[in-house]
């Protein structure tokens, strides 16, 4: 298997957020090349090659990604296997973005609520180039997920009014995160505060 396979799923890059996946999609080579980078950094090279794994969403590799908000499959050398989520933004805000519910009037829950990821990635085109990432943080979600039960990570809630979407998110600014969250980031996190 390849180092890197993203789940595509080609039926559902239209409607009103669709310039968001074809917008994401341009910054694929930079994240492989950054996440190449970091697993090597920390001692976990990424196995060669790399693949778009493109399915509808009626297929059953679709379920990684709205099902369990998976959006990577990741190989390492040593064969171990891992899976990432994946946020590209082009704004100013430079936070931790991850959608809450879905649509909050059903209580339909978003990725909060059923992602699976063992890494959850945040980059900022900011100006938007297509190019590069001004700004990023590689997370390891468990390590997210004991910190904001433990109240060491304060979550603030908004919905997203543009293209009419309906989702809300809760979002946090990377600079607030602790430091032992993170895998690497390109902001200063300071030292890593122990878990309690």
């Known amino acids: 298997m390849a180092g890197i396979v993203r789940v595509e ?5 239209s409607g009103r957020g669709g310039w968001r996946f074809r917008d994401s999609r341009k910054l694929w080579p930079a994240a492989n090349i950054l996440y190449r980078h970091l697993f ?22 679709a379920g990684y990604d709205y099902a369990l908000g998976i959006d990577v499959l990741l190989t390492f050398e040593n064969e171990c296997t891992a899976t990432l989520q994946e946020k590209f933004l082009f704004t100013k805000y430079n936070t931790i973005t991850v959608e809450y519910y879905q649509d909050p009037r059903t209580g339909d829950k978003g990725d909060w609520f059923n992602m699976k990821c063992q890494y959850y990635f945040v980059g900022y085109d900011f100006p938007k180039t297509g190019e590069r990432f001004t700004t990023w943080a590689m997370l390891d979600w468990s390590r997210v997920q004991l910190a904001t039960a ?32 993170a895998i690497a980031s390109s902001v200063d996190l300071g030292p890593p505060r122990l878990f309690m």
């Open 150 to 181: 433990q109240g060491r990570i304060q979550w603030q809630e908004k919905p997203n009014g543009r293209d009419g979407a309906r989702a809300n998110f809760r979002y946090t600014p990377i600079r607030a995160l602790p430091g032992d969250v």
């Open 40 to 61: 090597e950094s920390v001692g976990m090279p990424l196995a060669s090659g790399y693949e778009v794994l493109r399915c509808t969403k009626d297929e059953f590799e």
């Open 9 to 13: 799923i080609m039926d559902s890059t």
